[in-house]
């Protein structure tokens, strides 16, 4: 079985990257299981239970503050996978899976990877595996629990009963000491209630997982609070009635700088969504940074002087490729408005409620500062300044003029290829297009078109597409004009930029 191509050494064992699972159709595999995971779940909150719940039975099992992996044995070799591509084979943790399923077939058993706080001291948190998976010494931290039977003996389980599939988990991992199942009990609502408080409330685990015999899977934890100042908003029409689409929200740098937090769509009546627009509409100011909207507009910036409270069930430092998660961090000023300085790491707010305004709340570090999600998360760099860095400006690299004269009057079409001359960073593409066309006799003489593109070979493709679109009959290049090398046109419109012949 190839798993890798690209390992390195880890705790007397390897480990492969980010990407780094050669096997596609597994990997996949392991993609789709956590998107349909992703879909049946419901997050609610301690307090809904007994009103949301109905009679049961249900499966109540602990949820882990650890990362989805996966367990799985393949041509009769077992390796730890994340739905990401990273990889761990022939580890301590490892060798105890393959012993345990020695005498199974090909499986797939979904898990929470988690990784017990060097101190000892508090509970499990999601970073800690991070830390983990980067020390060979704290390899012997980390432990699999498994909650899910994606596949048995090659065979597709997810359909078969859940009970079933527990059993058939315990049967597996009977006798593991850092891989096992997740502690499961079958109940009624009642003892969800009474579970929560043994289990969560005392802070052992991170919340419940509770399963019902409908499909449905009900993530039950306890919810955090943020202090934000709001600084844009969207909109949208419903009638002809102006409302307020969402809200975007930003913490307090000690800098006195604003680090962009995200967006709050949910939370409002309808009335609610139209006072906001009302109240929100007058305080419009200039910004230099645009951020679009759920509507697919541009959200309206706005001078940052009202506090709210949301309410989000986590707050996520890292993307699915582990990357640590960047949003902008901008300046405001009253006679300049909003300026963007650099992104810096941050945590986004996952499923975030407007709750109310916060009247008694300042637009102060005291009240809306970044410590909020710094006490709960920790971020790649945290004391890394909002300060601008130096970069350098743009250039049209390629640029070509084309001209068409047609009763005295003269149609311009003209493309320019842009090398931003920031590809390394994400607010920015690497290349951009920009198309031209004026034509004096048109309602609308000039019209432009803007493209953004990964590579030069790309950008150059946009341009051959335009110009077997744009460059027909009677049109001839401007030469004085061209900036770079003339991108070879497509045949058609290369026989009618030939020169002449005399």
């Not at 006679?335 to 009247?359: C, Q, S, Y």
């Not at 994400?426 to 990964?454: C, H, I, M, N, W």
Request: hydrophobic share 40%; charged share 30%.
């Amino acid at each position: 079985m190839l798993w890798s191509e690209s390992w390195s050494g880890y705790a007397d064992g390897k480990r492969a990257p980010v990407g780094g699972l050669a096997d596609e159709s597994l990997a996949k595999r392991l993609r789709i299981y956590k998107r349909q995971v992703a879909k049946r779940y419901r997050v609610i909150d301690p307090e809904q239970i007994e009103r949301l719940l109905t009679q049961g039975p249900y499966h109540i099992s602990t949820k882990l503050d650890g990362e989805l992996w996966f367990l799985v044995k393949r041509e009769g070799e077992v390796a730890l996978c994340a739905y990401n591509g990273r990889v761990l084979r022939e580890t301590p943790l490892a060798k105890e899976a393959e012993r345990l399923l020695a005498d199974a077939g090909d499986v797939i058993l979904a898990g929470e990877l988690v990784a017990e706080p060097e101190s000892g001291s508090g509970r499990a948190r999601v970073h800690h595996v991070a830390t983990a998976l980067g020390s060979d010494e704290l390899e012997k931290t980390l432990s699999f629990h498994a909650f899910d039977l994606v596949e048995d003996d090659g065979k597709d389980t997810l359909l078969v009963d859940y009970d079933a599939r527990v059993t058939r988990m315990k049967e597996l991992l009977d006798g593991g000491q850092r891989v096992s199942v997740v502690e499961t009990v079958v109940g009624e609502p009642a003892d969800v209630v009474r579970l929560y408080r043994e289990w969560v409330v005392s802070d052992r685990f991170e919340g419940l997982v509770v399963r019902s015999e409908r499909g449905l899977t009900y993530k039950i934890k306890s919810t955090l609070t943020l202090d934000a100042v709001i600084i844009a908003f969207g909109e949208r029409i419903t009638g002809e009635v102006h409302q307020v689409r969402e809200m975007s929200v930003a913490l307090l740098r000690d800098d006195g700088t604003f680090q962009l937090l995200g967006a709050v769509g949910n939370g409002f009546g309808e009335q609610d969504r139209a006072d906001w627009f009302q109240r929100l509409s007058p305080m419009q100011v200039e910004s230099r940074f645009r951020l679009a909207n759920r509507e697919g507009t541009l959200s309206k910036f706005v001078e940052p002087k009202i506090v709210v409270e949301i309410r989000c069930s986590d707050l996520l430092a890292s993307d699915s490729w582990d990357a640590p998660i960047r949003r902008m961090s901008l300046r405001y000023t009253e006679n300049k408005g909003w300026e963007p300085i650099r992104e810096t790491p941050t945590a986004v707010m996952i499923h975030p409620i407007f709750l109310r305004e916060r009247t008694d709340k300042k637009v102060d570090v005291e009240s809306i500062g970044m410590t909020q999600i710094t006490s709960r998360v920790p971020l790649s760099s945290p004391d890394e300044k909002a300060a601008p860095i130096e970069q350098k400006p743009a250039e049209v690299v390629r640029r070509a003029v084309f001209s068409k004269t047609t009763k005295a009057k003269v149609a311009v079409r003209k493309y320019m290829v842009i090398d931003t001359h920031k590809g390394d960073e994400r607010s920015y593409p690497p290349y951009v297009t920009f198309f031209t066309d004026y034509s004096p006799g048109r309602k609308e003489p000039l019209q432009t078109a803007l493209r953004t593109a990964s590579t030069m070979e790309h950008a150059e493709r946009q341009v051959v597409e335009w110009m077997a679109k744009n460059i027909k009959r009677g049109w001839s290049e401007e030469e004085q004009a061209r900036v770079g090398e003339l991108v070879p046109p497509p045949p058609e419109a290369a026989k009618i930029l030939a020169p002449k012949k005399k």
